[in-house]
């Protein structure tokens, strides 16, 4: 449902135009600023222009160390996004993220992990990005202030009730990313915001808020480094957690890896070598017999059965490589 007192009007189905929305009247954009404290100024790095190097390095070191903390407090939320995004991709649905300027690059980041990590079809963890492909590499950051292109980008996905989208913005306001979870929200897709500042919009458009408050940045404003550093180890829970819980990690090891290099390839035999207590040789020739794939190889040898049944046994559990060792189905 969208939040108290805002109104939608979703057009067709079949046009996907634009969700068009009622907004309040909005604040002056300074006084929304000044009060967010990730754009505050950091009374800890007073005076930076006149320290040495290492005394720079010190300040940034010890700002950094407040990070985690402030993940910490949002493990709850993070754990209910990681069981929400593995039942979607289990049941056929898509992660997307959605972001601008620096969390839009952090988000592309991790989606772009995911294949080669975990061999995830490309499809299956998408992002988007304000200014599109080429705002990777060269700032286009005033597409983040229109929330017409965040309706429009989300809509040519097609979110659906199958789907998780989350939306990533340091401040929380950027209007592109607002609107594109709103949108989403709308269409039935499973919404979350990931932010640095309590009660912000996007937290309010959202079905479930992370927020990891840092604090002062040591460069007032310059969220690509603490609020950076929060969202990029968010979105390595969420997707790590979501892997892992759909079995692609047997213990701790990338069973689920894709060997399409020889470092991919050698970790691979290695993952087998360790997870089954084998020699080299018998590593590779099982490798070999089981078509190049790990998983399959593994449960061969934890089951102690032939290829056909290993594959099987993959199939009937979604994947997950302990549940197909046990020859049993997979329940989130």
Same mark, same amino acid.
């Given at each position: 449902? @969208?939040?108290?007192?805002?109104?939608?009007?979703?057009?067709?189905?079949?046009?996907?135009?634009?969700?068009?929305?009622?907004?309040?009247?909005?604040?002056?954009?300074?006084?929304?600023?000044?009060?967010?404290?990730?754009?505050?100024?950091?009374?800890?790095?007073?005076?930076?222009?006149?320290?040495?190097?290492?005394?720079?390095?010190?300040?940034?070191?010890?700002? &950094?160390?407040?990070?985690?903390?402030?993940?910490?407090?949002?493990?709850?939320?993070?754990?209910?996004?990681?069981?929400?995004?593995?039942?979607?991709?289990?049941?056929?649905?898509?992660?997307?993220?959605?972001?601008?300027?620096?969390?839009?690059?952090?988000?592309?980041?991790?989606?772009?992990?995911?294949?080669?990590?975990?061999?995830?079809?490309?499809?299956?963890?998408?992002?988007?990005?304000?200014?599109?492909?080429?705002?990777?590499?060269?700032?286009?950051?005033?597409?983040?202030?229109?929330?017409?292109?965040?309706?429009?980008?989300?809509?040519?996905?097609?979110?659906?009730?199958?789907?998780?989208?989350?939306?990533?913005?340091?401040?929380?306001?950027?209007?592109?990313?607002?609107?594109?979870?709103?949108?989403?929200?709308?269409?039935?897709?499973?919404?979350?915001?990931?932010?640095?500042?309590?009660?912000?919009?996007?937290?309010?458009?959202?079905?479930?808020?992370?927020?990891?408050?840092?604090?002062?940045?040591?460069?007032?404003?310059?969220?690509?480094?603490?609020?950076?550093?929060?969202?990029?180890?968010?979105?390595?829970?969420?997707?790590?957690?979501?892997?892992?819980?759909?079995?692609?990690?047997?213990?701790?090891? @990338?069973?689920?890896?894709? @060997?399409?290099?020889?470092?991919?390839?050698?970790?691979?035999?290695?993952?087998?070598?360790?997870?089954?207590?084998? &020699?080299?040789?018998?590593?590779?020739?099982?490798?070999?017999?089981?078509?190049?794939?790990?998983?399959?190889?593994?449960?061969?040898?934890?089951?102690?059965?032939?290829?056909?049944?290993?594959?099987?046994?993959?199939?009937?559990?979604?994947?997950?490589?302990?549940?197909?060792?046990?020859?049993?189905?997979?329940?989130?």
């Amino acid at each position: 449902m @969208m939040s108290q007192g805002q109104t939608t009007m979703l057009t067709s189905s079949i046009t996907h135009e634009p969700l068009r929305t009622t907004e309040k009247p909005k604040k002056d954009t300074a006084a929304q600023l000044q009060q967010l404290t990730t754009e505050s100024q950091n009374e800890a790095s007073q005076g930076l222009d006149t320290k040495s190097a290492l005394e720079i390095a010190r300040i940034i070191n010890h700002e &950094d160390s407040k990070v985690a903390a402030a993940v910490k407090r949002a493990l709850p939320e993070i754990a209910q996004v990681i069981d929400q995004v593995a039942r979607s991709l289990r049941d056929g649905g898509r992660l997307i993220y959605i972001g601008a300027g620096s969390s839009g690059r952090i988000a592309a980041l991790d989606a772009s992990e995911c294949p080669p990590t975990y061999s995830t079809p490309p499809g299956q963890v998408q992002y988007i990005m304000a200014g599109g492909p080429k705002a990777l590499a060269s700032a286009v950051e005033v597409n983040e202030d229109s929330e017409e292109l965040g309706q429009r980008d989300i809509a040519r996905r097609r979110p659906t009730r199958k789907d998780v989208v989350v939306g990533l913005s340091a401040s929380g306001r950027t209007p592109y990313v607002v609107a594109a979870i709103a949108y989403a929200r709308a269409r039935g897709a499973r919404t979350a915001a990931v932010t640095c500042n309590y009660n912000t919009p996007l937290a309010d458009a959202a079905d479930i808020a992370i927020v990891a408050e840092v604090g002062p940045e040591v460069i007032s404003g310059s969220t690509r480094m603490k609020a950076g550093t929060a969202q990029k180890m968010v979105l390595n829970m969420i997707t790590t957690g979501t892997m892992t819980r759909l079995g692609y990690v047997y213990e701790n090891l @990338m069973v689920n890896v894709h @060997m399409q290099n020889s470092k991919l390839v050698e970790r691979g035999i290695g993952i087998l070598m360790r997870a089954c207590g084998i &020699d080299r040789e018998t590593a590779v020739n099982t490798i070999k017999s089981a078509g190049r794939s790990v998983p399959v190889a593994l449960v061969m040898l934890k089951a102690k059965v032939d290829k056909p049944e290993a594959v099987r046994r993959l199939a009937k559990s979604d994947g997950n490589v302990r549940l197909a060792i046990e020859d049993t189905v997979l329940e989130l």
